[in-house]
C-alpha cells in the first residue's frame, strides 16, 4: 500500500531523536560545533556576530542532512555569510542558509549556472523554487517491532559509518542475506533533476521519507556521488526513488551493512546507484 506524505516536520525529528534513549549515530563525520570553530579559526573570523552566525549556519546545516565536514570555504559579503561545500571530488556547491522566526528554513544553492530556494517549512512541507516536494512511501514493508529489535537492539543501539570512514574489520566482513526494510517509490521533484544542484536533492532526502530513528542510517555521505551520477544520467527525470536494505555479518553478530538502490525515475526505474554504510552494535 502506498502513501503520500507532504507534511514531516523537522521540529519534531529533533524531538524524537532527543527522546531517544539510545539514537543511531552516524560516525566517521565531524560534528557541527567543531567544525563551525574550525572554520572561524581558519578563517580568522574576529567578529563575534559572524561567528555566532557561522555557528548557528553550520548547525541548520548539519540538521537539513549536508556534510557539514565537507564545508571548505567561508565567505561574508554585503551582511551575508554564505559557504562553499565539496560535494564530491570534482564537484562544490555554494550555499547559504537562515531559520526563519517561525522555525522555517531557506536554503539557497548555486552549482554552476544553477540557482536553487529551498524553503522547509517548520510545518513539514518543503518547497523548491516555490514548488511543492510530494512523495510516496510504502509503509507495509516495516515490521517497526522487528527492526527496533534486530536492527536497532535496546543495549546500545547501533553506531553507523559512512561507507569510506567505516573500519576495516567491518567492510571486509562477509553479510549474510539483505533484508528490504523500507522504500520510497517517489520523491516528486517538480522540476527536471538536471536543473536542481546535488545539495538541494541531498538535504530532500534527508529531510523527507525518512522515520525519525531511521534518520541517521540512510543519511550517509556516498549519496552525493549518486545523486551527482543521476543527474549525470537522467537529466529529465522530475521524480526519484529508493530502496534500503540491511544485512548482518556472519560471523560477528555485532556488525551490520546497510545498502541503498537509489533510482532516477519513480517506482524504482530509470538509472540506478548503490550505496552503502556500515553499522557496528555498541
Not at 536554503?107 to 523554487?129: A, K, M, Q, W
Not at 567491518?170 to 523500507?182: L, T
Not at 551493512?257 to 557496528?280: C, D, M, P, Q, W
Request: a negative charge; charged letters at 30%.
Amino acid at each position: 500500500m502506498a502513501v503520500v506524505i507532504t507534511s514531516i516536520s523537522l521540529p519534531s525529528l529533533r524531538i524524537q531523536a532527543e527522546e531517544t534513549t539510545n539514537p543511531p549515530e552516524v560516525l566517521g563525520v565531524e560534528n557541527s560545533d567543531k567544525v563551525a570553530d574550525e572554520l572561524i579559526d581558519e578563517e580568522n573570523i574576529k567578529s563575534k556576530q559572524v561567528a555566532e552566525e557561522v555557528k548557528d549556519d553550520v548547525e541548520i546545516v548539519e540538521d537539513i542532512g549536508l556534510p557539514v565536514e565537507n564545508i571548505e570555504d567561508v565567505s561574508y559579503e554585503d551582511g551575508e555569510v554564505s559557504y562553499e561545500i565539496a560535494l564530491t571530488d570534482d564537484l562544490t556547491n555554494e550555499i547559504t542558509v537562515e531559520e526563519q522566526s517561525d522555525g522555517d528554513i531557506v536554503l539557497n544553492c548555486t552549482e554552476g549556472s544553477i540557482e536553487n530556494n529551498v524553503i522547509f517549512n517548520s510545518d513539514g512541507t518543503v518547497y523548491i523554487d516555490g514548488e511543492e516536494v510530494t512523495i510516496e512511501i510504502e509503509d507495509d514493508i516495516i515490521d517497526e517491532d522487528e527492526y527496533t529489535e534486530e536492527v536497532l537492539p535496546s543495549t546500545g543501539g547501533l553506531q553507523w559509518y559512512r561507507s569510506g570512514k567505516a573500519p576495516s574489520s567491518v567492510k571486509k566482513a562477509s553479510y549474510g542475506k539483505y533484508k528490504e526494510w523500507w522504500r520510497c517509490s517517489s520523491i516528486k521533484l517538480q522540476k527536471r533533476i538536471g536543473s536542481i544542484a546535488s545539495s538541494v536533492l541531498l538535504s530532500v532526502i534527508s529531510f523527507y521519507c525518512i522515520p525519525a530513528k531511521l534518520a541517521a542510517v540512510v543519511s550517509f555521505g556516498g549519496l552525493t556521488g549518486a545523486l551527482s551520477d543521476l543527474k549525470s544520467n537522467d537529466p529529465r527525470s522530475t521524480s526519484i526513488s529508493y530502496i534500503d536494505y540491511v544485512a548482518r555479518a556472519k560471523k560477528n553478530a555485532r556488525y551490520y551493512k546497510n545498502k541503498r538502490y537509489l533510482y532516477s525515475r519513480k517506482g524504482f526505474k530509470g538509472h540506478r546507484e548503490t550505496v552503502y554504510a556500515y553499522g557496528i552494535m555498541l
